[in-house]
């Protein structure tokens, strides 16, 4: 299994980035995105099951920002809008075998290597 991330980059407050993550290896579950800011606990973002019929967001990113995934190439992307200066992190896809409605980080086996978010104010 193998999850490459990309996208991201400096903007500043109120812009947007996408970042994407190329998954390949074995078909999954559940997808997410997490991220680390800095002197922080890696926490969670988005997560979504792999048709994209459920999707569960962190309350800080609930209308700013979208998961979402092209069938056509196995890529999930995270749409993020209204970009915010605490929204600078490390952020890393990962995914999971298995999909239930209340899964949690530790159900996420594999991680791609993160991609870094700067937002200036």
């Known amino acids: 299994v193998q999850l490459q991330a990309s996208g991201g980059g400096l903007v500043q407050a109120g812009g947007s980035l996408r970042l994407s993550c190329v998954a390949s290896?074995?078909?999954?579950?559940?997808v997410g995105w997490f991220r680390r800011a800095p002197g922080k606990e890696r926490e969670f973002v988005a997560i979504?099951?792999?048709?994209?019929?459920?999707?569960r967001y962190t309350d800080s990113v609930k209308g700013r920002f979208t998961i979402s995934r092209d069938n056509t190439d196995n890529t999930v992307y995270l749409r993020m809008n209204s970009l915010k200066p605490e929204d600078t992190a490390v952020y890393y896809c990962?995914?999971?075998?298995?999909?239930?409605?209340?899964?949690?980080?530790?159900?996420?086996?594999?991680w791609g290597q993160g991609t870094l978010v700067t937002v200036s104010s």
């Open positions: 979504m099951d792999w048709r994209g019929a459920y999707k």
């Open positions: 990962a995914a999971a075998t298995s999909w239930y409605s209340g899964l949690k980080e530790s159900d996420f086996h594999s």
């Open positions: 290896g074995r078909t999954f579950g559940g």
